[in-house]
């Protein structure tokens, strides 16, 4: 199909889709003239994996490049995948945001500034040990300077101040079961994928609807949970 076709289709603006081949996110359409190419389902499959990445979970487009360069190498591993979506060059997690809709050529996505006052001191410390402690004791193999410690450590030592340090205690053991039982069925799906590339790509898909649904199911069952006492 041409480009007009494949825009209609996949119901996304042709300068996006002419953005996102300039950008390497797209494979090359089958050129037909110098200026005619033809798209079929391997491009259609992979523009909605880039849509899927920027709008359902808010991943800046220099990140779905990385992941995508994860899930393309000869043999991609789910584990390879996944710290790509996770980190970008080492560094912590930008703010995530959803791509728009473009309709004439995007500005360049700023780089994050450093904060020039981290959070740190003893108060950090304690937060810092907490989650790493939770996990250690259950035998999760993880990074220190993961950004998702960073994440963690963040929103237990707010927590903290606020006078809520049993709360934080509880709840993330409370998510930590929750996240192991949730995994166990993410895994299972990964692993039954037909080859390497499939349980890739399954792999992040898993991540990304996770993120999408706990928030969400999480507020849910929380209003349940507190209106249960008044039956």
């Known amino acids: 199909m041409r480009i007009g076709e494949f825009s209609r289709r996949v119901g ?6 002419k953005y996102y081949l300039r950008q390497g996110l797209l494979p090359p359409g089958i050129l ?4 005619q190419a033809l798209y079929g389902p391997r491009h259609e499959h992979r523009l909605r994996l880039v849509r899927a990445l920027s709008e359902l979970g808010g991943v800046p487009l220099a990140r779905v490049r990385a992941v995508l360069k994860a899930m393309t190498e000869p043999d991609p591993t789910p584990l390879g995948v996944l710290r790509a979506l996770r980190e970008q060059d080492g560094g912590p997690d930008r703010e995530r945001k959803p791509v728009p809709e473009l309709h004439s050529e995007p500005e360049p996505e700023p780089e994050p500034e450093p904060d020039p006052h981290p959070d740190a001191g003893p108060e950090h410390d304690r937060a810092r040990a907490v989650v790493l402690e939770t996990f250690t004791r259950r035998g999760w193999r ?11 450590t963040t929103a237990v030592l707010a927590v903290r101040r606020l006078g809520h340090a049993d709360l934080a205690t ?8 929750a996240g192991e039982r949730t ?3 993410e895994a299972r ?6 080859d390497p590339r ?4 399954r792999a992040v898909m898993a991540a990304l609807l996770g993120e999408a649904l706990q928030a969400s199911v999480r ?5 349940e949970a507190v209106r249960a006492p008044a039956r």
Do not use: C, F
């Open 183 to 185: 995994a166990r069925v």
């Open 142 to 152: 993880i990074s220190p300077d993961a950004s998702d410690v960073r994440k963690l």
């Open 189 to 194: 799906y990964i692993a039954e994928g037909r």
């Open 198 to 201: 499939q349980r890739a790509e």
């Open 219 to 223: 507020r849910l069952a929380l209003e």
């Open 32 to 35: 037909t003239s110098p200026n």
């Open 170 to 177: 509880a709840a993330l053991d409370a998510y930590a079961d």
């Open 12 to 17: 996304v603006p042709i300068p996006t889709i």
